[in-house]
């Protein structure tokens, strides 16, 4: 998967539908992410933002429609190829998602443990990437240790430590109390050299529409 250049278009979806037993939660969604630019998928609880991105990241298929990202048609893959596309891309999840069992350290290691990556080298990356994100001193600890923040810390060094070309964050602005952890949020994502993209829920008392459909 090659780097975008500035101005590329990076994420791409053209009329996209999922279904479920329910019905469609997104039908006929179409929308360009270009490397550089912001956009904000704002919708409420349940509208299909985590959907968005788990379709963007190759995680979900979708029921139609085309979605390419960086360049690449994702909707067109096989279930190898999009193994593969999976395993370049960094996804930090709503909820975390870290293994319980095991410790910060195996948790930001699993990949590069994965990939066979030398053990002096994963112990540099781990460390750098854990300091990054001011989270070296649990580097022993295990997810329950750790407040909802202090795991997305973690989760954030995790989907960063082998520098995929893209990294999506799902809710970014969630489980990070006060404005000072917000501003450590937003410099941790305009410092990632690499293009990265985030969805997030408008707060409580700005939801005014009950529509359970999402909007660009
Ligand atoms: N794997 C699934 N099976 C059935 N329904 C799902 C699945 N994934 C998501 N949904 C439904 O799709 C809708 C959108 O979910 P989601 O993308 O998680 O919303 P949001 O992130 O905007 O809160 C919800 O109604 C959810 O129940
Ligand atoms: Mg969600």
Redesign the pocket.
């Known amino acids: 998967m090659k780097d975008p250049r500035p101005g590329e278009p990076l994420i791409v979806f053209k009329d996209v539908r999922v279904g ?1 037993d329910e019905g469609n ?1 997104l039908d006929g969604i179409s929308f360009q992410v270009s490397s550089g630019e912001t956009k904000v998928l704002l ?1 409420e ?7 968005i991105m788990k379709l963007a990241a190759g995680l979900m298929r979708a029921d139609s429609g085309q979605i390419m990202v960086t360049g690449q048609e994702i909707t067109g893959m096989t279930e190898n190829e999009l193994l593969d596309f999976r395993r370049r891309i960094g996804f930090v999840f709503q909820e975390s998602a870290l293994f319980d069992s095991l410790t910060v350290e195996e948790n930001v290691a699993f990949r590069l443990r994965e990939e066979n990556v030398a053990e002096e080298e994963i112990d540099k990356r781990v460390r750098e990437t854990l300091r990054f994100v001011e989270m070296e001193e649990a580097i022993e600890k295990y997810p329950a240790e750790l407040s909802g923040g202090m795991r997305r810390r973690v989760s954030m060094a995790r989907a960063l430590v082998d520098r995929p070309p893209i990294v999506f964050y799902d809710s970014p602005l969630r489980s990070f109390r006060g404005a000072c952890a917000a501003g450590f949020r937003w410099r941790a994502l305009s410092s990632i050299d690499r293009p990265s993209c985030s969805m997030t ?1 408008p707060p409580r008392a700005s939801i005014r529409s009950r529509r359970k459909r ?1 909007s660009l």
């Open positions: 479920f939660v919708g609880s349940g509208s299909g933002k985590t959907l829920r999402s």
